[in-house]
């Protein structure tokens, strides 16, 4: 038995949940797929499928077996392409999507670098807040912030970002500076909400607030909303740097910090081509977190 033949041909009918599709993509005959399955669970000596007439899911053990496979075969398929391009020109298109205030504010400052190791990679940046769905949309990467539930996405973490409480002096000095996260309830709140993820509390030690009186679904928005006096907030640090160190806003409660929050890129595909590789090392590397 071929192992990583079988393994693929596994994982492609965790995904399709159908032997029939998943014989129809890899081109060979359903008893083929079918013996090859077959073949994975005896020399495992488990049921990785549960099969009837019209479902195939798989058992607890075929579920554990399918998140390292797809884990081995990604690493496996990395290996395979560096040593086919190890002296190949990485050129081509990438097209990438990422948050708005991240883009603007930390990654586009970053390119020109970027151009002049890889002058034959072209970008196509879609800049927004938006929920993007990879295979669908036709993206061929996509950098978010936060926790990822979807184990379809294959993830890069590249670094940690810290939150900060922050409003404008002109708030502070109309309503005062609070002192704990329990002060808070006598204050104008600015939060952030997702269609995915719902709305994001502002996160102290053992204290959460989630009554805002205005939030978005966008870091700009909710920028927009802090330097115009309208509230308090808890954006990325990172993200609003910049107006921290001009005095246009102003942080509080840092003795209460919030917990940090990973940024990953994401991709949906395994056999990751030379320019994707190139493009995800950059990021790694420009925002220096071990992998």
């Not at 001009?246 to 942080?251: F, I, R």
Request: hydrophobic content about 40%; charged content about 20%; some cysteine.
């Amino acid at each position: 038995m071929n192992h990583i033949q079988a393994m693929r041909a596994f994982v492609r009918v965790v995904e399709s949940l159908s032997f029939h599709k998943s014989a129809e993509q890899l081109g060979i005959p359903r008893s083929t797929l079918s013996k090859w399955i077959s073949d994975l669970e005896q020399h495992y000596a488990v049921k990785l499928l549960h099969r009837s007439t019209r479902t195939v899911m798989p058992t607890a053990e075929g579920q554990a077996y399918y998140l390292q496979a797809v884990r081995l075969l990604a690493e496996f398929d990395e290996l395979e392409q560096q040593m086919h391009d190890k002296h190949r020109v990485v050129k081509g298109h990438l097209r990438v999507d990422m948050p708005m205030l991240f883009a603007e504010q930390l990654f586009i400052p970053k390119l020109p670098d970027f151009y002049q190791r890889y002058p034959q990679i072209k970008l196509t940046l879609g800049i927004s807040d938006r929920a993007v769905n990879i295979a669908q949309d036709g993206v061929d990467c996509v950098i978010r912030i936060g926790e990822v539930h979807d184990q379809t996405l294959i993830g890069r973490k590249f670094t940690d970002f810290d939150f900060v409480t922050c409003a404008s002096p002109a708030y502070l000095t109309e309503y005062g500076v609070p002192q704990t996260p329990n002060e808070l309830e006598n204050h104008r709140l600015i939060g952030y909400f997702s269609d995915i993820n719902g709305t994001r509390p502002l996160c102290f030690p053992q204290v959460e607030m989630n009554q805002f009186h205005y939030s978005a679904n966008g870091a700009n928005g909710i920028v927009a909303m802090l330097k115009a006096g309208l509230g308090i907030g808890q954006p990325l640090r990172a993200l609003v740097q910049t107006w921290l160190y001009s005095g246009e806003l102003v942080e509080i409660l840092a003795d209460y910090p919030h917990p940090s929050l990973p940024a990953y890129l994401l991709t949906h595909e395994r056999k990751q081509s030379a320019r994707l590789r190139a493009f995800s090392d950059w990021v790694w590397e420009q925002f220096s977190c071990s992998p």
